[in-house]
Each structure stands twice: as structure tokens, then as C-alpha cells.
């Protein structure tokens, strides 16, 4: 509502000032034309036919080739006074070749004026000449009778009127004050545009540019001005073709200018096609008149006025869809548009005798011209705070690409390091891993003054890793105060953030829910200082964060469990037979390249048949577990265990050769021993014999180490049982 309040305000204001402008205008041309002072009489009889033709008292040029016109002025001066200035015949500016006035007499011409030329000025005393001034001697009198002769390739209406010399000149300084005004106009015009343009970049203002610099040049020629510049003047040469191609190269520019300020320009619909394309055939056509051929030079002045009629009649569609879609100052604009439409109509009855030649009628359309492009780049300047709302626009789009670039970047970094870390990792270990590349890829992202990973019960862990860390214990200490409503919070999985009330200063913290499976929760909690807290997107962010952890976490955990599956015996725990035989494989061959001692214990229950008899199936798989249980508590890190099938285990000790294999032999026979397993309220006593073979230098693969444990094996069962027997280099 307050937006449309300004927009009205300021339609209002310059709705205000277009109609001051206009007024004061309509006031200066009505004095202008007024103000004329004392005139004589004059009437205008033509002389020939098909050359010209007397109406109203004016003298029609008829255009098209280039001929002579002759007409008889019929003057009625009054008796010379010395108090007054003399009297002149004033024509208005018209392009014409040439233009003369003679009194005849009998036998020859007793009186001739300068013959003038619209094309060549020569030495006038004014800078920007207004018309054609012819003085009349002082001491004429009564009944005079002069001769105009005007010869042009123009249609022209030569409007004679006899003036005092002081009136005729204060004519002519108002036409030059009024054509100094719109020159002055529309050359700051183009210096403010193309200042603009070089600020903003924006072409809309090389257009205004280009079309205030060809309205310039067109106005300067159609009032003969033009023509009198170095330079410039060599373009008499074309005569009236360099007007018709000027106006040409304007209108083209006005129609650019008008499809840009419409936004139609380079566009797809069939409007703007047409129109640029209307643009391009009128530069096409300013060249053709440069080219300046004989047989086209009487259709110029027709062709012209079709452009003009065109241009406008285009102009008004283009500014008519710019009202429909309301866009700045569009109805001003068509305003203007459609009165110097009127002036030009004026202007064109004037030129063929249909109306006083006025300057209204003359520079009216010029005047309307200014007003319109002053107008029409003034609603180009609103497209400036336009170009700073989208400079600023493209500005937040790319910060918050680069934002989401680089919080996508952290996203596939996590996700790459949780991959390649938790692998690597111990089993207890995993969940501390995610928890700490959780917070060092979320805090670049989302910065904080406290971040921590809360769990409880999860994967049979409680976990709190806090960043600081020097603020771990504080942390702990208020997350155990506040247990309950954390787990509440936890259970419910919405994230969530509110005032830190313990906080010195104003600060806010955000609890974001860990996907924790029941009855264990976690949370992400964040801390930051200051009350404006954390945006939906960063506790999105950190939520994806918290669910890309836990899932890798539970995919390590699940990944390890099954591998495990796969590799242990269901039963006892120990290393299947697969994997044993995997593992034999592996270490002989590393202990053969790196010349380590390697030594292989097989390990058999004494009578395990007897057990089964006595406790039964169920009881003899419970005292395999406890054998496997004892075995695995009386190995060092290192070394491996498995289960090679029924009651036989393998044990492989990397680094151990000789005594030190058979003295953990008998440690971990010693430790079955020692056992104690009790089954349904029974205690039953077991023993194991042991064959050691350790490998030898050789060596690189199981099967010869493997057969002479196997043999050493039996050798023990033979020697009595529960005992150790150590394998030769080799068997007899």
C-alpha cells in the first residue's frame, strides 16, 4: 500500500511539472504569436502555371524536381517615418534552394534583393538564422509591386509577411531562443545518457544516446543550422536528401529506443520482430538517400512523410502496450507522443498552405520532440534503481550460490571422509570418529560458539564431544540438568532453537535430533551469541550434517558385524574355518618375505566324545565355547585363534618360533585346564593337547607346517594327552 502511495506521488509530481511545462510553453507561443507588432499589407498573386500557385496569400513550392516559382507580392506601405524602422518582407526557414525578391521596371528590374540559399547560408548576421529577411528601401511609399522567385526540390508554402525590421528581428530572436533551447536540450540529454550508460552499463541509455544525438542532428538540419558548421556543411552537397536521411536515421534510433524502454527488444513476439525489423529498412533507406539518385530524389519527400506517419503510428502501439503493463511514466509519455503527432500534422498543413505559418506551427513538433525524449529517458532513469535492485539481486543469487556450492562441497567432503575414516577405525571408536568429522565439516558452514554431539545408549555407547573442548565439563554439567527434556526433544525429531538462558549476554541455541534408534537419543546442540540465532537453512544443513553421520555410522557398524559373520565361527566366536585357512595363507607368505618366525599350534579337546555323551549335544557345544573362551584369554594381541572344525582349534602366533611357541602351548593348555565349566548344575573337567610346528626358512606356504602340527597333534594324544608336543623339522 505505501508503494502505491509513493508510485501515485510521484506520477503526481511529474504529472504537475509536465503540465507547467506545457503551459508555459502554450503561454510563450500564443505571446510569440501575438506579439508580431505592427504589419503591413500584402497580397500574393502567382505568375505561370504549374510552377506555383497563389492561396491564402502564400506561394506553394510544389516539391518533388527541382523548379521555380515566381509570384507577384502586392505591398501598401505607408509614408516613411523617422521615428520607426524600416520595412522588411520575412519568409519563414523553408528549404529552398534559392529565394529572391526583384522590383521590375520597364525595359529591366529597377530594384533586387540577395539571393538566398537554405542550403548555403553564407555570412548572415545571426548564428542560427530564423528566415529570410529581405529589407526594403526606406523612402518607398504607397502601392509597391515585387517579384518572389523561390526555386526548391521541397514541397514548401512561402508565407510573405511585411514587418517592421525591429519586429521582424524580435521574431527571429524568439525562433532562435526556441531552437536554442531544444538544441541545448536535447545535447545535455545525450551527454547525461551516455554518463549513465557509462555508470550503469546499461544499453537502454546508448540507445537514448544514439536517438537524442539523431533528433539533434535532424533538427539542426531542418532548420538550415546545420549547414553552416565545419565539417558539416559539406553535406549541402546532398541538399535535401541529407534532411530526408537524418529524419530517416532518427526515426530508426526512436523506434530502438522505444523497444528498449518497452522491454520488447530482441524478443520473441511477433511485435517486436516487426518493429525491429521497421528500423533496420529505415537505415537502409537513410543510406539509399546518401546514395542520392536522380530518379529517386522526388519520392524522398513522400516516402518521408509515410516514415513519419509509420514511426508515430508505431510509437503510439509501443507506448499503448507500455500502458497496459504499466510501466513508468508510459501514460505521460503517450501524452506527449500524441501531441507532437498534432504538431507534426500542424507543421505539415503549414508546409502545404493549409494553416498560418506560425511558431506554433513551425517548431511546435520540435519542441514536442524534446519534451517526449526528455520524458522517455527520464522513465529510463527509474531502470537505474532497476539496475541496483538487480545488481544486488544477481549479487545475493550468486552469494547464495557460492553458499550452497560450498555447503555442498562440505557435504561430499563429510561424506567422503566418513567413508575412508570409520573404515579404518576400531569398532569402539567409530561413533567418536563421526562425531568429530560431524562437527569439523558443520562448523565452517554454520559458526558457532558452542557445538556439541550428545548420544546416550547408542550402539551401546554414551558419547559427548564438545568444541571447545575446554567447555566440555561446563556442557556436561547442563546437559545433565537438563536430561529429560533433551531426551523429550530427542524423541520427537524436530529441530528447534530458543534463548540460552544461562548465557551472559544474549545468545541462542539450536537442538537438532540425531536419528538414534530407541531407547538410546542424541542431539546436535549449537550455541551461538547474539539474539538473531540460526537460519532454517543452516539448522537444515545441520541436520543433513547429523543424518549423514549416524547413517554412515550404522552402515560401518552393520558392514562390520557381517563381515565378522563372515569370518567367525557362529559358535564359539573363534575364526571359522574359511578364514583361518585365509589367514594361514597370508601370514606364511608375509613371514617368508619379511623373514619372520611364524609358529601354528593345533589345539584338540581329550575325549570331547565322552562329554557329548554325558552333557549331551547342547552341552558339548556349551563346552566348546567355554575351551574357545579360554584359549582366546590366554593369547596375546597378535595372535589368532579358530575354530578348524569339531573340538580341533588352530592357533597362529606371528613372531613366535621354537620355546616361545611351545611356551604359549602350555600356557594355554595350562588355562583349559585350570577352566572350570559347569553345565545344568555339573562341573566338568576338561583337557586339551597341543601339536606346535613353527615354519620354517623356506617356507612361504601352510601345508608343511600344517602337517607336521597335525602330526605333532597325534603325537601328543599318543604321548598321553593334555600335554604339548613339538614337531621336528621333520617327521620319521
Same mark, same amino acid.
Given at each position: 500500500?505505501?508503494?502505491?502511495?509513493?508510485?501515485?506521488?510521484?506520477?503526481?509530481?511529474?504529472?504537475?511539472?509536465?503540465?507547467?511545462?506545457?503551459?508555459?510553453?502554450?503561454?510563450?507561443?500564443?505571446?510569440?504569436?501575438?506579439?508580431?507588432?505592427?504589419?503591413?499589407?500584402?497580397?500574393?498573386?502567382?505568375?505561370?502555371?504549374?510552377?506555383?500557385?497563389?492561396?491564402?496569400?502564400?506561394?506553394?513550392?510544389?516539391?518533388?524536381?527541382?523548379?521555380?516559382?515566381?509570384?507577384?507580392?502586392?505591398?501598401?506601405?505607408?509614408?516613411?517615418?523617422?521615428?520607426?524602422?524600416?520595412?522588411?518582407?520575412?519568409?519563414?526557414?523553408?528549404?529552398?534552394?534559392?529565394?529572391?525578391?526583384?522590383?521590375?521596371?520597364?525595359?529591366?528590374?529597377?530594384?533586387?534583393?540577395?539571393?538566398?540559399?537554405?542550403?548555403?547560408?553564407?555570412?548572415?548576421?545571426?548564428?542560427?538564422?530564423?528566415?529570410?529577411?529581405?529589407?526594403?528601401?526606406?523612402?518607398?511609399?504607397?502601392?509597391?509591386?515585387?517579384?518572389? /522567385?523561390?526555386?526548391?526540390?521541397?514541397?514548401?508554402?512561402? /508565407?510573405?509577411?511585411?514587418?517592421?525590421?525591429?519586429?521582424?528581428?524580435?521574431?527571429?530572436?524568439?525562433?532562435?531562443?526556441?531552437?536554442?533551447?531544444?538544441?541545448?536540450?536535447?545535447?545535455?540529454?545525450?551527454?547525461?545518457?551516455?554518463?549513465?550508460?557509462?555508470?550503469?552499463?546499461?544499453?537502454?541509455?546508448?540507445?537514448?544516446?544514439?536517438?537524442?544525438?539523431?533528433?539533434?542532428?535532424?533538427?539542426?538540419?531542418?532548420?538550415?543550422?546545420?549547414?553552416?558548421?565545419?565539417?558539416?556543411?559539406?553535406?549541402?552537397?546532398?541538399?535535401?536528401?541529407?534532411?530526408?536521411?537524418?529524419?530517416?536515421?532518427?526515426?530508426?534510433?526512436?523506434?530502438?529506443?522505444?523497444?528498449?524502454?518497452?522491454?520488447?527488444?530482441?524478443?520473441?513476439?511477433?511485435?517486436?520482430?516487426?518493429?525491429?525489423?521497421?528500423?533496420?529498412?529505415?537505415?537502409?533507406?537513410?543510406?539509399?538517400?546518401?546514395?542520392?539518385?536522380?530518379?529517386?530524389?522526388?519520392?524522398?519527400?513522400?516516402?518521408?512523410?509515410?516514415?513519419?506517419?509509420?514511426?508515430?503510428?508505431?510509437?503510439?502501439?509501443?507506448?499503448?502496450?507500455?500502458?497496459?503493463?504499466?510501466?513508468?511514466?508510459?501514460?505521460?509519455?503517450?501524452?506527449?507522443?500524441?501531441?507532437?503527432?498534432?504538431?507534426?500534422?500542424?507543421?505539415?498543413?503549414?508546409?502545404?498552405?493549409?494553416?498560418?505559418?506560425?511558431?506554433?506551427?513551425?517548431?511546435?513538433?520540435?519542441?514536442?520532440?524534446?519534451?517526449?525524449?526528455?520524458?522517455?529517458?527520464?522513465?529510463?532513469?527509474?531502470?537505474?534503481?532497476?539496475?541496483?535492485?538487480?545488481?544486488?539481486?544477481?549479487?545475493?543469487?550468486?552469494?547464495?550460490?557460492?553458499?550452497?556450492? %560450498?555447503?555442498?562441497?562440505?557435504?561430499?567432503?563429510?561424506?567422503?571422509?566418513?567413508?575412508?575414516?570409520?573404515?579404518?577405525?576400531?569398532?569402539?571408536?567409530?561413533?567418536?570418529?563421526?562425531?568429530?568429522?560431524?562437527?569439523?565439516?558443520?562448523?565452517?558452514?554454520?559458526?558457532?560458539?558452542?557445538?556439541?554431539?550428545?548420544?546416550?545408549?547408542?550402539?551401546?555407547? /554414551?558419547?559427548?564431544?564438545?568444541?571447545?573442548?575446554?567447555? #566440555?565439563?561446563?556442557?556436561?554439567?547442563?546437559?545433565?540438568?537438563?536430561?529429560?527434556?533433551?531426551?523429550?526433544? %530427542?524423541?520427537?525429531?524436530?529441530?528447534?532453537?530458543?534463548?540460552?538462558?544461562?548465557? =551472559?549476554?544474549?545468545?541462542?541455541?539450536?537442538?537438532?535430533?540425531?536419528?538414534?534408534?530407541?531407547?538410546?537419543?542424541?542431539?546436535?546442540?549449537?550455541?551461538?551469541?547474539?539474539?538473531?540465532?540460526?537460519?532454517?537453512?543452516?539448522?537444515?544443513?545441520?541436520?543433513?550434517?547429523?543424518?549423514?553421520?549416524?547413517?554412515?555410522?550404522?552402515?560401518?557398524?552393520?558392514?562390520?558385524?557381517?563381515?565378522?559373520?563372515?569370518?567367525?565361527?557362529?559358535?564359539?566366536?573363534?575364526?571359522?574355518?574359511?578364514?583361518?585357512?585365509?589367514?594361514?595363507?597370508?601370514?606364511?607368505?608375509?613371514?617368508?618375505?619379511?623373514?619372520?618366525?611364524?609358529?601354528?599350534?593345533?589345539?584338540?579337546?581329550?575325549?570331547?566324545?565322552?562329554?557329548?555323551?554325558?552333557?549331551?549335544?547342547?552341552?558339548?557345544?556349551?563346552?566348546?565355547?567355554?575351551?574357545?573362551?579360554?584359549?582366546?584369554? =590366554?593369547?596375546?594381541?597378535?595372535?589368532?585363534?579358530?575354530?578348524?572344525?569339531?573340538?580341533?582349534?588352530?592357533?597362529?602366533?606371528?613372531?613366535?618360533?621354537?620355546?616361545?611357541?611351545?611356551?604359549?602351548?602350555?600356557?594355554?593348555?595350562?588355562?583349559?585346564?585350570?577352566?572350570?565349566?559347569?553345565?545344568?548344575?555339573?562341573?566338568?573337567?576338561?583337557?586339551?593337547?597341543?601339536?606346535?610346528?613353527?615354519?620354517?626358512?623356506?617356507?612361504?606356504?601352510?601345508?608343511?607346517?600344517?602337517?607336521?602340527?597335525? #602330526?605333532?597333534?597325534?603325537?601328543?594324544?599318543?604321548?598321553?594327552?593334555?600335554?604339548?608336543?613339538?614337531?621336528?623339522?621333520?617327521?620319521?
Amino acid at each position: 500500500m505505501a508503494v502505491s502511495r509513493d508510485r501515485l506521488l510521484r506520477d503526481g509530481i511529474f504529472a504537475a511539472g509536465l503540465a507547467l511545462l506545457l503551459g508555459l510553453f502554450a503561454a510563450g507561443v500564443v505571446g510569440m504569436a501575438w506579439g508580431d507588432g505592427d504589419q503591413g499589407s500584402i497580397r500574393v498573386e502567382a505568375l505561370g502555371a504549374g510552377a506555383g500557385a497563389a492561396q491564402n496569400d502564400v506561394l506553394l513550392l510544389p516539391g518533388g524536381a527541382t523548379r521555380e516559382a515566381v509570384a507577384r507580392l502586392h505591398l501598401q506601405l505607408p509614408p516613411p517615418d523617422a521615428n520607426r524602422s524600416r520595412w522588411v518582407v520575412w519568409l519563414g526557414r523553408d528549404p529552398v534552394d534559392a529565394v529572391r525578391l526583384q522590383r521590375p521596371a520597364a525595359g529591366g528590374v529597377a530594384w533586387r534583393s540577395p539571393d538566398y540559399d537554405f542550403f548555403r547560408p553564407g555570412d548572415t548576421r545571426s548564428r542560427l538564422p530564423a528566415g529570410f529577411a529581405f529589407p526594403l528601401p526606406g523612402d518607398w511609399q504607397g502601392p509597391i509591386v515585387l517579384e518572389l /522567385h523561390a526555386r526548391g526540390a521541397v514541397r514548401s508554402a512561402l /508565407h510573405p509577411r511585411l514587418l517592421r525590421e525591429s519586429d521582424a528581428v524580435g521574431l527571429a530572436s524568439m525562433a532562435v531562443a526556441l531552437n536554442a533551447a531544444a538544441y541545448a536540450g536535447l545535447f545535455m540529454l545525450a551527454l547525461i545518457v551516455l554518463v549513465l550508460y557509462a555508470v550503469t552499463r546499461e544499453r537502454s541509455f546508448v540507445a537514448a544516446f544514439v536517438c537524442a544525438g539523431a533528433g539533434l542532428l535532424f533538427l539542426v538540419a531542418r532548420n538550415g543550422h546545420l549547414f553552416q558548421l565545419p565539417v558539416f556543411d559539406l553535406l549541402a552537397g546532398w541538399r535535401s536528401q541529407a534532411i530526408w536521411a537524418l529524419l530517416l536515421l532518427f526515426a530508426a534510433s526512436l523506434v530502438q529506443l522505444l523497444l528498449r524502454y518497452a522491454s520488447l527488444r530482441g524478443g520473441s513476439a511477433p511485435l517486436a520482430r516487426l518493429f525491429e525489423g521497421y528500423a533496420y529498412a529505415l537505415v537502409a533507406l537513410a543510406a539509399l538517400c546518401l546514395l542520392d539518385l536522380p530518379p529517386l530524389r522526388p519520392w524522398m519527400q513522400p516516402l518521408a512523410l509515410l516514415v513519419v506517419a509509420g514511426t508515430g503510428i508505431g510509437g503510439v502501439v509501443i507506448l499503448g502496450d507500455a500502458v497496459r503493463r504499466r510501466l513508468a511514466l508510459s501514460g505521460w509519455i503517450l501524452v506527449l507522443a500524441l501531441l507532437t503527432l498534432g504538431a507534426v500534422a500542424a507543421n505539415e498543413a503549414m508546409a502545404r498552405g493549409w494553416l498560418a505559418d506560425l511558431l506554433w506551427t513551425r517548431y511546435g513538433y520540435q519542441v514536442g520532440t524534446v519534451a517526449t525524449l526528455a520524458l522517455l529517458s527520464l522513465s529510463l532513469f527509474s531502470r537505474i534503481g532497476e539496475y541496483r535492485d538487480q545488481r544486488d539481486r544477481d549479487h545475493l543469487a550468486r552469494v547464495d550460490s557460492e553458499r550452497r556450492m %560450498a555447503r555442498e562441497a562440505a557435504r561430499n567432503a563429510l561424506t567422503l571422509a566418513l567413508r575412508t575414516r570409520l573404515r579404518d577405525q576400531a569398532v569402539a571408536d567409530i561413533e567418536w570418529t563421526a562425531a568429530r568429522l560431524l562437527l569439523e565439516h558443520l562448523l565452517p558452514q554454520v559458526p558457532t560458539t558452542t557445538a556439541a554431539v550428545v548420544a546416550h545408549d547408542y550402539h551401546d555407547q /554414551h558419547l559427548l564431544m564438545v568444541e571447545p573442548a575446554q567447555r #566440555k565439563q561446563a556442557l556436561a554439567d547442563d546437559i545433565a540438568a537438563r536430561s529429560l527434556p533433551l531426551k523429550r526433544l %530427542a524423541a520427537q525429531g524436530v529441530p528447534l532453537q530458543q534463548p540460552l538462558a544461562q548465557a =551472559a549476554g544474549a545468545a541462542t541455541e539450536a537442538l537438532v535430533p540425531l536419528p538414534v534408534r530407541a531407547p538410546g537419543w542424541g542431539l546436535l546442540l549449537l550455541q551461538r551469541a547474539g539474539e538473531e540465532g540460526f537460519s532454517t537453512e543452516e539448522l537444515a544443513l545441520a541436520g543433513e550434517f547429523a543424518r549423514l553421520a549416524t547413517l554412515h555410522v550404522d552402515e560401518t557398524l552393520a558392514a562390520e558385524q557381517l563381515r565378522r559373520s563372515a569370518e567367525l565361527d557362529a559358535l564359539t566366536g573363534a575364526f571359522n574355518r574359511r578364514s583361518i585357512d585365509q589367514w594361514l595363507a597370508r601370514a606364511f607368505l608375509d613371514a617368508s618375505r619379511r623373514q619372520q618366525a611364524l609358529s601354528l599350534l593345533f589345539i584338540d579337546i581329550d575325549r570331547f566324545k565322552s562329554v557329548n555323551d554325558r552333557l549331551g549335544h547342547a552341552g558339548g557345544d556349551h563346552c566348546l565355547r567355554a575351551v574357545a573362551a579360554a584359549l582366546r584369554g =590366554a593369547l596375546e594381541d597378535g595372535d589368532l585363534l579358530g575354530r578348524y572344525g569339531g573340538e580341533e582349534f588352530v592357533a597362529l602366533l606371528p613372531g613366535r618360533a621354537g620355546a616361545d611357541a611351545r611356551e604359549m602351548g602350555e600356557r594355554l593348555r595350562a588355562a583349559v585346564e585350570r577352566s572350570e565349566i559347569e553345565y545344568e548344575g555339573r562341573a566338568e573337567k576338561v583337557t586339551v593337547s597341543i601339536g606346535v610346528a613353527t615354519r620354517l626358512e623356506r617356507e612361504s606356504t601352510p601345508a608343511a607346517a600344517i602337517e607336521r602340527a597335525d #602330526k605333532a597333534l597325534y603325537a601328543a594324544k599318543r604321548g598321553g594327552r593334555n600335554c604339548v608336543h613339538v614337531a621336528p623339522a621333520m617327521f620319521t
